[in-house]
């Protein structure tokens, strides 16, 4: 039962270009969302979050858009860089009183130079 | 200021070995979580801790698997007879507050074990 689905496993993206990465889930509780970017043999790192009562969030170069009623997130990156290329996963949190993230399977960006 | 440390980075045992795996949140960070990731999967939690209490352990194996964060010194992964299906990446996160759909978690370099 996978709650969080990142359908892209893979995305190829020219530098200096947008990249655009999506999320969806099926769980209504959820309602604090965020992105975790991951290179190999290291732990995941934060990147942006975005509540459930904002649309969006913005951070430099990464921004964050939440469609509540289509369950859907997307991160946009833009301008993309070659440090960028690495895999990107989606993660969400329910507010039941316990912190648990829910992580969708990644996406594995690759900045073309 | 150091961030989340793990260690070992990397552990290799035998089937039926004991596997301990230790985690020492960021600074100020009371809240542990411990995730795992099998091949080519999403990181899928285990357990969350704050000192001395497990708050959830509905991701943990029933059996084998325990885990502990005592009032001093780093929270314990604690792996009985392993067998070659534990072999995965375990990660551990840690959060200062605790606060309910606000909080950020941020993660450690993980252990790598591998069961032979």
């Known amino acids: 039962d996978q709650q969080v689905k990142q359908n892209s496993p893979s995305l190829s993206v020219q530098e200096g270009r947008i990249s655009i990465l999506n999320c969806d889930y099926t769980?209504?509780?959820?309602?604090?969302f965020l992105w975790y970017k991951k290179y190999p043999a290291e732990g995941p790192t934060f990147l942006i979050s975005?509540?459930?009562?904002?649309d969006k969030n913005e951070d430099g170069r990464f921004t964050v858009f939440l469609n509540k009623s289509a369950k859907h997130l997307s991160l946009h990156i833009v301008p993309s860089q070659p440090g960028d290329s690495a895999v990107y996963f989606c993660a969400a949190m329910a507010n039941f009183g316990n912190e648990k993230l829910t992580f969708g399977t990644g996406t594995r960006l690759t900045i073309i130079p | 200021n150091a961030g989340v440390m793990q260690n070992p980075r990397h552990l290799v045992r035998r089937r039926g070995q004991e596997a301990r795996l230790r985690c020492s949140p960021m600074k100020g960070h009371s809240h542990v979580y411990w995730y795992r990731q099998l091949p080519e999967e999403g990181l899928k939690f285990m357990v969350y801790?704050?000192?001395?209490?497990?708050?959830?352990e509905s991701g943990m194996p029933k059996e084998r698997f325990s885990a502990e964060f005592p009032k001093e010194g780093p929270s314990i992964l604690r792996i009985q007879q392993v067998v070659r299906g534990d072999s995965a990446a375990y990660f551990c996160?840690?959060?200062?507050?605790?606060?309910?759909?606000?909080?950020?978690?941020?993660f450690g370099p993980g252990t790598r074990l591998t069961v032979l």
């Open positions: 996160a840690s959060s200062p507050y605790g606060r309910q759909g606000t909080d950020t978690q941020y």
């Open positions: 975005i509540s459930s009562i904002k």
């Open positions: 801790l704050q000192k001395e209490n497990i708050i959830d």
């Open positions: 769980n209504s509780m959820f309602d604090y």
